[in-house]
């Protein structure tokens, strides 16, 4: 393989950096599935305050996450194609607006999460889903929940196998399978968020406070069913078919960016005035 075809991550995951991701993604599971995770005898499991704790506590880990991130090696370069492709992520969701769940956004998280690693991808999720947010003025509570959950989706496409040696049809089956997975799965995750607390539900659908997981477990998948799967199946649609279609064209605009960017390459100045008590001239290598 040339060192052009070798794969080149705009972001290298150092200790600290995988140590913030663990840390935000292990309080993002239980700010997700506190309800299915509390005990009967807990003040959490009886709590109507914790949704909206987790909500104030997630901005603060995702700013953490992202700083570490970025001062583990989110050069210039890297930074600018960030705002680019989140730029473009952002442009994409308004196009759907979660119309029975056409949103574009996703395949372009995978694709890119697959190209530029998976903390790049963490990052690109995260900041794209909060421009959208900005555009199509979803802000609320939630938002700190899509982000995490965005920045996921994209993580998990980063962490794929054979980013360096698959290619062709194989990847984007590869890819296309996993994008139906994480549209479905995102929409499974996002109802956690606001199905403990929206009253007026169905006994059989609504969370009980304090109840056997299994019995609130068995109302959640209702809640789902009833609710949700009809945006996230076709999400699941929307993804693959584009994946299948438009992926092998942004894969490799997306991989001849990033070799022409060379984020790891080393950035040398040269001084044009030279050495003290020297003339002026062009700088020799």
């Known amino acids: 393989m040339t060192a052009a075809a070798r794969r080149v991550r705009a972001v290298r995951l150092g200790p600290r950096s995988v140590a913030a991701l663990c840390l935000v993604s292990a309080i993002g599971v239980v700010a997700f599935g506190w ?4 005990g009967s005898g ?22 953490v996450v992202v700083a570490t991130v970025a001062d583990a090696g989110l050069d210039a370069k890297a930074i600018a194609m960030l705002g680019v492709l989140a730029a473009a992520g952002a442009a994409l969701r308004p196009l759907g607006a979660g119309t029975a769940g056409i949103e574009p956004m996703f395949f372009l998280m995978v694709l890119s999460g697959r ?3 998976p903390g790049f991808g963490f990052v690109l999720g995260s900041v794209a889903m909060f421009a959208s947010a900005l555009l199509t003025g979803g802000v609320g509570p939630w938002m700190p929940f899509q982000m995490l959950s ?13 980013p360096d040696r698959l290619r062709g049809r194989r990847e984007l089956a590869l890819l296309a399978g996993y994008g139906a997975v994480a549209s479905v799965g995102y929409g499974l995750v996002m109802n956690l968020q606001g199905w403990p607390y929206i009253g007026g539900l169905a ?3 609504s ?18 069913l009833a609710t949700s799967l009809g945006w996230d199946l076709p999400r699941a649609v929307v993804t693959v078919v584009l994946t299948s279609t438009l992926g092998g064209t942004v894969l490799k605009a ?3 960016a990033t070799r022409r960017a060379a984020f790891e390459a080393p950035v040398a100045f040269a001084d044009p005035a030279g050495p003290p008590g020297r003339p002026s001239g062009p700088a020799r290598p």
């Not at 965005?150 to 054979?162: C, D, E, Q, R, S």
């Not at 969370?207 to 789902?224: E, I, K, M, S, T």
């Open 150 to 162: 965005m920045g996921w989706v994209a993580m998990g496409a980063g962490l794929l196998p054979g």
């Open 203 to 205: 006994s059989g659908v």
């Open 42 to 63: 807990s003040g959490l499991a009886h709590s109507q305050d914790a949704p909206w704790l987790f909500a104030a506590l997630l901005p603060l880990l995702l700013a």
């Open 115 to 117: 190209v530029l690693g």
């Open 254 to 256: 997306l991989r001849r």
């Open 35 to 38: 309800p299915l995770l509390a």
């Open 207 to 224: 969370f009980v406070p304090g109840d056997p997981l299994a019995a609130n477990l068995a109302r959640y998948l209702a809640y789902c």
